[in-house]
């Protein structure tokens, strides 16, 4: 499968625990770009990565952190986690046209 | 600051009917929009960018710069047109990054 894969599908956790999730862009793309999707605030954007280097920040909080590797994949860590940390991750690459194309996500949920 | 509204969280049209989904955009440059859907149990996919000017699956869109506008439009909605949609903006200001809308759950009835 040359598309976005993201890894794990599911993954239940207490609060204050620690996760990585981890994607790997389509073949050929060098942008990673990681949102976060709850119930009431749709897809919020959280920070891309384009060839190893941050790229553009957007809402995303100081308890998370992420890395694009040689190898162009990218994990996201999200640390002290907090009920509201419950939502889906999204990952997507993008080529030379703009156009996003995502994972299946991240269902996290924080108990 | 950019910024991207879908007014609707949630629009119920009949089979048959025009459906309208409204976004509206705040932003300094020149922006590329882009609508986005996500059917149910399927990735979220682009549906139509506003470069394009194309029609797929009978919407359209246009980019109407006067008003900050970018709504979708179809004139004959149809049962599988259920999803959730998302309107998009991408640009180059504070960073190539492409910012989504809060979305609007489109349930077309029979």
């Known amino acids: 499968d040359s598309g976005v894969t993201q890894t794990p599908k599911h993954l239940i956790t207490a609060t204050g625990q620690r996760v990585t999730l981890r994607c790997s862009p389509r073949?050929?793309?060098?942008?990673v770009y990681w949102y976060q999707q709850s119930l009431d605030q749709g897809l919020q954007f959280l920070i891309q990565?384009?060839?190893?280097?941050?790229?553009a920040k957007g809402n995303i909080l100081e308890r998370f952190s992420a890395q694009q590797f040689p190898d162009l994949h990218s994990e996201l860590n999200l640390s002290s986690l907090e009920l509201g940390d419950s939502a889906l991750y999204f990952c997507?690459?993008?080529?030379?046209?703009?156009?996003?194309?995502f994972g299946e996500g991240s269902r996290l949920t924080v108990l | 600051a950019q910024r991207v509204t879908q007014p609707e969280k949630l629009l119920s049209v009949f089979k048959g009917a025009p459906v309208e989904l409204k976004c509206n955009y705040s932003?300094?440059?020149?922006?590329?929009l882009f609508w986005y859907v996500q059917y149910s149990r399927q990735r979220l996919q682009l549906l139509l960018r506003?470069?394009s000017r194309e029609s797929i699956k009978g919407f359209t869109a246009d980019l109407n710069k006067g008003e900050t506008s970018f709504h979708l439009k179809k004139p004959f909605a149809q049962e599988e047109d259920s999803a959730m949609y998302y309107c998009?903006?991408?640009?180059?200001?504070?960073?190539?990054?492409?910012?989504f809308g809060a979305g609007t759950r489109l349930f077309v009835k029979a």
């Open positions: 998009a903006l991408s640009g180059d200001t504070g960073g190539f990054k492409t910012i």
């Open positions: 997507a690459s993008n080529g030379a046209t703009g156009e996003l194309f």
């Open positions: 506003h470069i």
């Open positions: 990565y384009y060839n190893g280097e941050e790229r």
């Open positions: 932003y300094s440059g020149s922006p590329e």
């Open positions: 073949s050929g793309d060098l942008s």
